[in-house]
């Protein structure tokens, strides 16, 4: 009996302290991203990351654990047994890493032989090896300076007469003897490298091997008949129609005059022409969109196409400096441009910027560190900015030569065009623009026209196969005629939310949803699954990678996967319609909450990874799940009342709940896999993977049922899983536009 009592109060013991310090990690590892953002990264790793502190707290949180594994007789559940052993041996791959791993930088001048590397406390460590750049290149997308990688022919002397050559680039790592080489720069003037240099000869292996055990444990947790997880999906309460919610994976304009412009065909046809626009080669059409849009918050002006209003700027200036078309969102700004609605004309930026107001307003902001309306002057001197680069014909590079095999994009006002090339092509780029002008204003709509053809003619000719494609040209033109995401948005998020009053209604009087809401419902989800598919390919069609790669996209790919989960998964649950129509209308409004569609840039270079796109859906998916599992905490709270719905509701949020943590799981350790090859580092405590990795915590917490009481209680875990969502948004939303980081252009 004594050793009973004994047995118990230390179990009791253990699991306080280890649960006590994961939450206490939780606090600490919040309170280091704050640190970073106010007093910067080199404060943070040493008050936190670095600190001897820090990995003690991992320690305990790793030893308690395990004992208190052995005090549960946890070798009775295997794949359970096995998931928390593969986390420990993640930790102590981390801490091998951290105690015995060196990484620095070493800069490699061409031809020249070197053997040591800096850490980054300034430490110098000499290899047993130098390393020679033989060769660098940046290699760019056709026709365009953006650069599409960077790569180094290096060559290795071991010092005993053995050398070996290899390649080191973006996502492609050189290994030699234990160390591994990373391109991570290059010197400006293009006569040296710069490699990230790893020498983690056992930590890497140790954690990896914890990720192949963790999977293996993941999935025996879904398979066994003997885990909670299988056991919640055949729960009495689930029986009428419920079961198996988840058992696969898985979200105007006044009447004013108009101002003059190109007639509506002759505008089209301008916007058919290439432009190298944001370091890619991409329709007129698209520069011009993303201009009204940059300018107005919409791509259209008084019944006017995009089209027209760009060649509007670069034909009939005079008008067009006096429309009052550019947002301006500050209050305080419009009150310094004297203007009493929401938009500015050109000429009133002239009219400050001459008297010298402008500069007074900014010093002043300045002294009284008024941050918030300094950045929204910024944005309003940007959009000046750019109206008046258009206008001069600065920013409309339309003119393409290809000189010495190097092909160059020019607007037809610069000063730098190569003077030995053909005269003819010469007089033509200098002075073409300056006929069509001339056109224009005599209104002979039938020359410009004439023009505008031997203008795309003499693009194709120059740029060769250095153009895109017609099929990326037809779809990008196509992509933009599609301009229902806000309507699209509006509609699901309404349909959502008036699809749960309804549902909320007839759950509690016992009856089921209304037929023609349900078919309302599916037949609206359906045709924006359509809808959502088409652009999707497409953006793919246009950029030429998986449309994964930024905030837009993603949230995009967030609403498609939720869509695709509803479809499939809507005759298991009531609650599934409703909450998969609300959140994807909200991830769509999310995505196209900036004034336009993000621009379809290049690939950053080290975006450019087969794991980019495995990483952001499995991670996406994962969201969209922990979504559908707050919106049931939401539902339960408005059905607190019904005892047994909201037993049903905490079933079903277990169920949840499993898939949910091991795919956002998943999605982190792939990303910490592409950040190894591609950073030189599976983890740098960088903002974003910090509070992934305090989601991830979070939402495994009520997983330990057993361990932890309170979870088992319906209203305390729905009330969790509703405050929980609120790190989801952080991850997302909050570390990317206020904490920043590496991951700042996710």
């Given at each position: 009996?004594?050793?009973h009592?004994?047995?118990?109060f230390?179990?009791?013991?253990?699991?306080?302290?280890?649960?006590?310090?994961?939450?206490?990690?939780?606090?600490?590892?919040?309170?280091?991203?704050?640190?970073?953002?106010?007093?910067?990264?080199?404060?943070?790793?040493?008050?936190?990351?670095?600190?001897?502190?820090?990995?003690?707290?991992?320690?305990?949180?790793?030893?308690?654990?395990l004992?208190?594994?052995?005090?549960?007789?946890?070798?009775?559940?295997?794949?359970?047994?096995?998931?928390?052993?593969?986390?420990?041996?993640?930790?102590?791959?981390?801490?091998?890493?951290?105690?015995?791993?060196?990484?620095?930088?070493?800069?490699?001048?061409?031809g020249?032989?070197?053997?040591?590397?800096?850490?980054t406390?300034?430490?110098?460590?000499?290899?047993p090896?130098?390393?020679?750049?033989?060769s660098?290149?940046?290699?760019?997308?056709?026709?365009?300076?953006?650069?599409?990688?960077?790569?180094?022919?290096?060559?290795?002397?071991?010092?005993r007469?053995?050398?070996?050559?290899?390649?080191?680039s973006?996502?492609?790592?050189?290994?030699?003897?234990?160390?591994?080489f990373?391109?991570?720069?290059?010197?400006?003037?293009?006569?040296?490298?710069?490699?990230?240099v790893?020498?983690?000869?056992?930590?890497?292996?140790?954690?990896?091997?914890?990720?192949?055990?963790?999977?293996m444990?993941?999935?025996?947790?879904?398979?066994?008949?003997?885990?909670t997880?299988?056991?919640?999906?055949?729960?009495p309460?689930?029986?009428?129609g419920?079961?198996?919610?988840?058992?696969?994976?898985?979200?105007?304009?006044?009447?004013?005059?108009?101002?003059?412009?190109?007639?509506?065909?002759?505008?089209?046809?301008?916007?058919d022409?290439?432009?190298?626009?944001?370091?890619?080669?991409?329709?007129?059409?698209?520069?011009?969109?993303?201009?009204?849009?940059?300018?107005?918050?919409?791509?259209?002006?008084?019944?006017?196409?995009?089209?027209?209003?760009?060649?509007?700027?670069?034909?009939?200036?005079?008008?067009?400096?006096?429309?009052?078309?550019?947002?301006?969102?500050?209050?305080?700004?419009?009150?310094?441009?004297?203007?009493?609605?929401?938009?500015?004309?050109?000429?009133?930026?002239?009219?400050?910027?001459?008297?010298?107001?402008?500069?007074?307003?900014?010093d002043?902001?300045?002294?009284?560190?008024?941050?918030?309306?300094?950045?929204?002057?910024?944005?309003?001197?940007?959009?000046?900015?750019?109206?008046?680069?258009?206008?001069?014909?600065?920013m409309?590079k339309?003119?393409?030569?290809?000189?010495?095999?190097s092909?160059?994009?020019?607007?037809?006002?610069?000063?730098?065009?190569?003077?030995?090339?053909?005269?003819?092509?010469?007089?033509?780029?200098?002075?073409?623009?300056?006929?069509?002008?001339?056109?224009v204003a005599r209104?002979?709509?039938?020359?410009?026209?004439?023009?505008?053809?031997?203008?795309?003619?003499?693009?194709?000719?120059?740029?060769?196969?250095?153009l895109?494609?017609?099929?990326?040209f037809?779809?990008?033109?196509?992509?933009?005629?599609?301009?229902?995401?806000?309507?699209?948005?509006?509609?699901?998020?309404t349909?959502?939310?008036?699809?749960?009053?309804?549902?909320?209604?007839?759950?509690?009087?016992?009856?089921?949803?209304?037929?023609?809401?349900?078919?309302?419902?599916?037949?609206?989800?359906?045709?924006?699954?359509?809808?959502?598919?088409?652009?999707?390919?497409?953006?793919?069609?246009?950029?030429?990678?998986?449309?994964?790669?930024?905030?837009f996209?993603?949230?995009?790919?967030?609403?498609?996967?939720?869509m695709?989960?509803?479809?499939?998964?809507?005759?298991?649950?009531?609650?599934?319609?409703?909450?998969?129509?609300?959140?994807?209308?909200?991830?769509?409004?999310?995505?196209?909450?900036?004034?336009?569609?993000?621009?379809?840039?290049?690939l950053?270079?080290?975006?450019?990874?087969?794991?980019?796109?495995?990483?952001?859906?499995?991670?996406?998916?994962?969201?969209?799940?922990?979504?559908?599992?707050?919106?049931?905490g939401?539902?339960?709270?408005?059905?607190?009342n019904?005892?047994s719905?909201?037993?049903?509701?905490?079933?079903?949020?277990?169920?949840?709940?499993?898939?949910?943590?091991?795919?956002?799981?998943?999605?982190?350790f792939?990303?910490a896999?592409?950040?190894?090859?591609?950073?030189?580092s599976?983890?740098s405590?960088?903002?974003?993977?910090?509070?992934?990795?305090?989601?991830?915590?979070?939402?495994?917490?009520?997983?330990?049922?057993?361990?932890?009481?309170?979870?088992?209680?319906?209203?305390?875990?729905?009330?969790?899983?509703?405050?929980?969502f609120?790190?989801?948004?952080?991850?997302?939303?909050?570390?990317?536009?206020?904490?920043?980081?590496?991951?700042?252009?996710?």
């Amino acid at each position: 009996m004594t050793l009973h009592l004994f047995n118990f109060f230390y179990m009791k013991t253990l699991k306080r302290i280890s649960f006590g310090s994961l939450i206490a990690m939780l606090v600490v590892l919040a309170t280091a991203t704050i640190v970073e953002k106010m007093n910067g990264t080199q404060v943070a790793r040493a008050w936190f990351y670095d600190n001897i502190a820090f990995v003690a707290l991992w320690i305990v949180i790793a030893v308690t654990g395990l004992c208190y594994l052995v005090m549960r007789r946890m070798w009775k559940r295997p794949s359970v047994l096995l998931l928390h052993l593969s986390l420990l041996v993640i930790l102590a791959g981390a801490g091998i890493t951290w105690f015995t791993a060196l990484h620095g930088k070493m800069q490699a001048v061409s031809g020249q032989a070197v053997n040591v590397f800096t850490t980054t406390d300034g430490v110098t460590h000499t290899m047993p090896f130098s390393v020679t750049l033989k060769s660098f290149d940046i290699h760019t997308y056709p026709g365009t300076p953006a650069p599409m990688d960077f790569v180094s022919v290096i060559e290795v002397d071991d010092g005993r007469g053995e050398h070996k050559s290899g390649t080191v680039s973006m996502n492609n790592v050189f290994s030699h003897r234990g160390y591994r080489f990373y391109q991570s720069g290059y010197d400006a003037e293009g006569r040296g490298a710069i490699f990230t240099v790893s020498h983690d000869p056992w930590g890497i292996g140790v954690t990896y091997v914890g990720y192949g055990l963790l999977l293996m444990g993941m999935i025996g947790i879904l398979i066994d008949r003997r885990t909670t997880f299988r056991k919640l999906l055949h729960h009495p309460a689930l029986h009428r129609g419920m079961v198996a919610l988840l058992l696969l994976v898985g979200t105007t304009t006044g009447i004013n005059a108009q101002p003059q412009t190109l007639p509506r065909d002759l505008a089209d046809k301008m916007g058919d022409l290439y432009i190298l626009h944001n370091n890619r080669i991409c329709p007129f059409q698209t520069f011009a969109r993303q201009f009204t849009a940059k300018l107005y918050g919409k791509t259209s002006y008084k019944g006017l196409t995009a089209e027209q209003v760009a060649s509007g700027w670069i034909f009939y200036y005079d008008d067009w400096k006096k429309e009052p078309l550019i947002k301006i969102k500050n209050g305080t700004v419009r009150h310094l441009l004297g203007i009493d609605g929401k938009y500015a004309a050109l000429e009133d930026f002239y009219r400050k910027v001459s008297s010298g107001a402008m500069q007074q307003a900014i010093d002043s902001l300045q002294a009284a560190d008024d941050q918030a309306t300094i950045r929204a002057l910024g944005e309003a001197d940007e959009r000046y900015q750019i109206a008046n680069m258009v206008a001069a014909g600065t920013m409309i590079k339309l003119f393409p030569l290809n000189h010495g095999g190097s092909l160059e994009w020019y607007s037809h006002g610069s000063l730098d065009i190569p003077h030995d090339i053909d005269d003819g092509k010469w007089l033509f780029m200098r002075s073409g623009m300056d006929y069509l002008y001339e056109m224009v204003a005599r209104q002979d709509w039938k020359s410009a026209d004439q023009f505008i053809t031997k203008l795309k003619k003499y693009q194709v000719k120059e740029c060769g196969d250095m153009l895109p494609s017609d099929t990326s040209f037809r779809a990008e033109k196509l992509y933009n005629a599609m301009e229902w995401d806000r309507p699209l948005a509006m509609l699901l998020s309404t349909l959502g939310i008036v699809l749960f009053i309804i549902t909320c209604r007839s759950v509690a009087r016992g009856q089921r949803l209304p037929r023609w809401a349900r078919i309302v419902s599916i037949v609206a989800l359906a045709l924006s699954l359509v809808y959502l598919t088409t652009a999707l390919v497409l953006r793919w069609i246009i950029s030429g990678h998986v449309p994964m790669s930024n905030g837009f996209e993603t949230m995009q790919f967030m609403a498609w996967s939720t869509m695709v989960i509803v479809l499939l998964l809507h005759r298991k649950s009531v609650m599934v319609l409703p909450f998969g129509i609300l959140t994807s209308g909200l991830a769509i409004m999310v995505a196209s909450f900036g004034e336009s569609n993000p621009q379809i840039t290049q690939l950053m270079p080290v975006l450019v990874s087969p794991l980019l796109s495995i990483h952001v859906a499995v991670i996406m998916i994962a969201y969209a799940l922990l979504a559908f599992l707050m919106m049931t905490g939401v539902m339960a709270l408005t059905l607190r009342n019904d005892a047994s719905q909201v037993e049903r509701l905490h079933i079903m949020g277990q169920i949840i709940l499993y898939p949910a943590v091991f795919l956002l799981t998943v999605g982190v350790f792939i990303g910490a896999i592409w950040a190894n090859v591609s950073w030189g580092s599976y983890w740098s405590w960088d903002p974003k993977e910090v509070w992934a990795l305090i989601t991830l915590i979070i939402y495994a917490l009520p997983l330990h049922g057993q361990s932890l009481p309170l979870f088992r209680k319906p209203m305390f875990f729905h009330i969790y899983c509703v405050i929980a969502f609120l790190s989801v948004l952080i991850t997302y939303f909050g570390v990317n536009f206020i904490l920043g980081g590496m991951h700042s252009y996710a």
